[in-house]
């Protein structure tokens, strides 16, 4: 694993994503909100607004809580709550079906490790909303004994061979990030697919990186 940045690197890392990404989503929100209630465009595209109001406002406060635990890594946070409600988040006005699932007894991870499982995640939950196409899409997390593994699976069109196949080398899917996130944590990136059939992202961690 990757050595951690240092304090003052952590506070430098923290004000730049203060002072530049959250305001400007901040922005952006606060605008989404003014044409949420302009009474000129119709009840059904103020309703989508509003939608993409409240995601960008979770995305404020996500990234505050990010930045809170940068500077301060001392506590765990709570993975499963924030996982759905991420999840919840994503899943709003899509038309697949969210399922969450959990197995295991519930375990504290570390909260630099539960911070990159949440963006690899993120990442995954958006792929299979926007690009699978099917009705359900399925998040599940498991406290092994031995491993800590996420998965998100769906039940679309699956993922197209040729991404698939260029690995590292996809942007569409966001393979590249999700790996590199991986690689860091020591952790392996399973991906599943079956063409029509949908398919199946997966984190699988070992135990003594993941847990505190």
């Known amino acids: 694993m990757a050595n951690s940045p240092t304090q003052a690197e952590r506070e430098r890392i923290a004000r730049e994503l203060h002072d530049t990404l959250l305001q400007g989503v901040q922005a ?18 103020r309703a989508e607004i509003e939608i993409l109001a409240r995601q960008s406002r979770n995305i404020v406060i996500e990234g505050r809580d990010r930045i809170i635990r940068l500077r301060d890594e001392g506590d765990p946070i709570d993975f499963l709550g924030a996982l759905e409600d991420q999840a919840t ?3 709003q006005g899509r038309a697949q079906v969210l399922h969450l699932q959990t197995a295991g007894r519930e375990r504290a991870l570390s909260p630099r490790v539960a911070d990159e499982v949440l963006a690899i995640m993120r990442e ?3 792929n299979a909303f926007n690009h699978s196409k099917g009705s359900r899409v399925t998040s599940t997390v498991n406290y092994g004994a031995r491993h800590f593994m996420t998965c998100v699976a769906d039940d679309g069109v699956g993922i ?5 196949a ?4 996809s942007v569409h ?3 590249i990030g999700m790996g590199e996130r991986a690689r860091m944590l020591g952790a392996d990136l399973i991906v599943r697919n079956r063409l029509w059939k949908g398919s199946r992202v997966c984190l699988r961690i070992p135990a003594a990186v993941a847990y505190l």
């Open 173 to 175: 899917f966001g393979l």
């Open 89 to 91: 988040s994503l899943a």
């Open 160 to 164: 197209i061979a040729d991404t698939l």
């Open 166 to 169: 260029q690995g590292r080398h």
């Open 124 to 126: 995954a939950l958006v």
């Open 28 to 45: 952006i929100a606060l605008r989404l909100n003014l044409w949420a209630r302009d009474p000129r465009l119709s009840a059904d595209f």
